[in-house]
């Protein structure tokens, strides 16, 4: 069934091996304006393509919905896409990124360069 937590699992499993930055990336934490909501940024090495694997995670402990603000500037041009759905949130820009979770609620995103018009990536 789609809905198990079996199917759940095995999709978090899935997403984790697809990601090398969860289990060889760097931890670095990321000031969060939200007591209750704890983000950090996982970053593999670069792979011999040279591409980055960057993710993004966003928690929230608390109980109810919680919105927070990232300084993100430092990857301003950047698409966070969410790893469960393949959704794309709007670029990171030089604005604080505002976020809501839900209770509980986390994210997961890798941080993706957007191809420019002429085929190379930013």
Same mark, same amino acid.
């Given at each position: 069934?789609?809905?198990?937590?079996?199917?759940?699992?095995?999709?978090?499993?899935?997403?984790? +091996? =697809? /990601?090398?930055? &969860? *289990?060889?990336?760097?931890?670095?934490?990321?000031? @969060? %304006? /939200?007591?209750?909501?704890?983000?950090?940024?996982?970053?593999?090495? #670069? %792979? +011999? !393509? *040279?591409?980055?694997? #960057? $993710?993004?995670? $966003? /928690? /929230?402990?608390?109980?109810?919905? =919680?919105?927070?603000?990232?300084?993100?500037?430092?990857?301003?041009?950047?698409?966070? $896409?969410?790893? &469960?759905?393949? $959704?794309? &949130?709007?670029?990171? *820009? !030089?604005?604080?990124? #505002?976020?809501?979770? *839900?209770?509980?609620?986390?994210?997961? &995103?890798?941080?993706?360069?957007?191809? @420019?018009?002429?085929?190379?990536? #930013?």
């Amino acid at each position: 069934s789609p809905s198990s937590l079996l199917h759940w699992t095995r999709r978090m499993i899935e997403i984790r +091996k =697809q /990601n090398p930055a &969860f *289990g060889l990336g760097s931890y670095t934490e990321l000031p @969060s %304006s /939200n007591p209750a909501v704890l983000a950090f940024l996982r970053e593999a090495p #670069l %792979s +011999k !393509e *040279g591409g980055d694997d #960057l $993710v993004l995670c $966003v /928690n /929230n402990f608390a109980r109810f919905a =919680q919105p927070t603000e990232l300084d993100l500037r430092e990857f301003a041009g950047r698409h966070p $896409v969410e790893l &469960f759905g393949g $959704v794309r &949130f709007p670029a990171i *820009g !030089e604005l604080p990124y #505002l976020l809501t979770l *839900g209770g509980h609620g986390f994210y997961w &995103f890798r941080l993706t360069r957007v191809a @420019s018009r002429i085929g190379r990536r #930013l």
